[in-house]
């Protein structure tokens, strides 16, 4: 159930950006859903989601974003409009990147949607978790920051903004039937996550030499092509823009990058990102 507060603001025709944060098992991404599908009956509702190790729009690895339709049942039906390659499991280690590629996709979502809401992961707690939600907001510039929160975990977060005209800020404590995760659950999810995405992927050769290589030099890829398998990667357009990760099978030092990827034919690679993931067995065809 949506709150009321929450409602009323987020209909207000000034109120653009949503941005929910909170921690592991608070019913932010269930939130999140429920008021997208309120909004989508009166406005183009975008969602971005950031939470790059249980992602619902987009792979594990990356942020999503895709338009929310009244019609749609769950989060299969909604259409994954861009991605940004984070490549990792945890923005821990990888905080510029997390942010980064969560303005570039907020930035895209607003210029087809009335309402932009973002979700977050569930990094709170200390020094870490502090600046990378801080800086995430200072980067999306949100009207309403919504936070969620078991007890009063996220307070040292959300009272950065207690002396502030904008964003606004609402606080809602988790509801009782909101279930915890084990670490079983969220590993097989994502695992299940890549095995649909790459359940189609054909085996593609990039000529590594001619394209940009992001995250290992060249010759590092070319002493350790032997232990690269496996690994996920993003490719990206002559634009710049990830369009669809892959999985490496080979690496020819002479200068081909094989690689297990959906992404569609008519694309030409510009460049290739190297993650800190390898695909689990059996997530390949």
């Known amino acids: 159930m949506i709150p009321k507060s929450l409602r009323t603001k987020a209909e207000d025709p000034s109120c653009h950006v949503i941005v929910f944060l909170g921690g592991v098992d608070t019913g932010k991404t269930t939130l999140v859903w429920e008021l997208a599908k309120e909004l989508s009956k009166s406005y183009t509702v975008g969602v971005v989601d950031s939470d790059i190790g249980q992602s619902h729009l987009g792979p594990p690895t990356t942020v999503g974003w895709g338009i929310v339709l009244p019609d749609a049942q769950d989060w299969d039906e909604v259409q994954v409009r861009g991605i940004y390659f984070v490549g990792a499991l945890s923005p821990q280690g990888h905080l510029l990147p997390t942010v980064v590629g969560t303005k570039l996709l907020c930035d895209d979502a607003r210029t087809f ?45 959300l009272n950065l903004w207690k002396g502030m005209n904008r964003p606004q800020v609402l606080k809602f404590q988790t509801p009782p039937e909101v279930r915890s995760k084990t670490w079983e659950m969220r590993y097989n999810y994502r695992e299940e996550q890549f095995r649909k995405y790459f359940q189609e992927a054909k085996l593609v050769q990039i000529r590594w030499r001619e394209v940009g290589i992001f995250n290992l030099s060249p010759e590092r890829l070319a002493e350790t092509g032997d232990k690269q398998k496996g690994r996920v990667v993003s490719l990206r357009d002559r634009e710049g823009k990830d369009r669809a990760l892959g999985a490496v099978e080979d690496v020819d030092p002479r200068g081909v990058l094989t690689v297990w990827t959906p992404l569609e034919e008519e694309v030409e690679v510009g460049g290739v990102v190297f993650g800190e993931v390898w695909l689990p067995e059996g997530a390949l065809p």
Do not use: F, H, N, Y
């Open 113 to 157: 949607c009335d309402k932009v809401i973002v979700d977050t992961t569930g990094l709170i707690w200390g020094d870490v978790g502090r600046i990378l939600k801080s800086t995430k907001v200072d980067a999306l510039a949100p009207d309403l920051v919504v936070g969620m929160q078991k007890g009063r975990e996220l307070e040292p977060i």
